[in-house]
């Protein structure tokens, strides 16, 4: 079975929409970087690096410095599907990100969407 188009894609490219989107609602660039750091464990230099070099999804995920583990508690519908239901790891992690940025952009205090309560 080949590999979902959306593995290659550069995590760079996807990357302003989801600063777009949060913005858009009156959120921050900021936020959506504290999301990535909190999912993936990637600082803010590391982060940027990733971004320059304009690593694929796929990469990006399997390279990450520390999944965090309470990303098992993102739950809800992303694209029609249901986020806890994707069983393939990296499509997982991908939607877990898109989760975590619509839970942004409609407002969610950033406690409850970094799982903190």
Not at 10 to 32: H, N, Q
Not at 67 to 91: A, F, W
Request: proline share 3%; glycine share 6%.
């Amino acid at each position: 079975m080949a590999k979902h188009r959306i593995y290659t894609i550069s995590v760079a490219s996807v990357y302003p929409f989801y600063v777009a989107k949060a913005e858009k609602k009156g959120r921050t660039k900021a936020e959506v970087d504290e999301i990535i750091s909190w999912l993936t464990g990637y600082d803010q230099q590391a982060l940027q690096g990733e971004l320059d070099k304009r690593t694929d999804f796929e990469t990006f995920f399997a390279a990450a410095p520390a999944m965090n583990p309470s990303r098992s508690l993102i739950k809800g519908v992303v694209c029609g599907v249901r986020v806890e239901d994707i069983e393939e790891p990296t499509m997982r992690e991908i939607r877990y990100l898109d989760k975590l940025i619509d839970e942004l952009a409609r407002g969610k205090a950033m406690d409850k969407i970094l799982r903190k309560e």
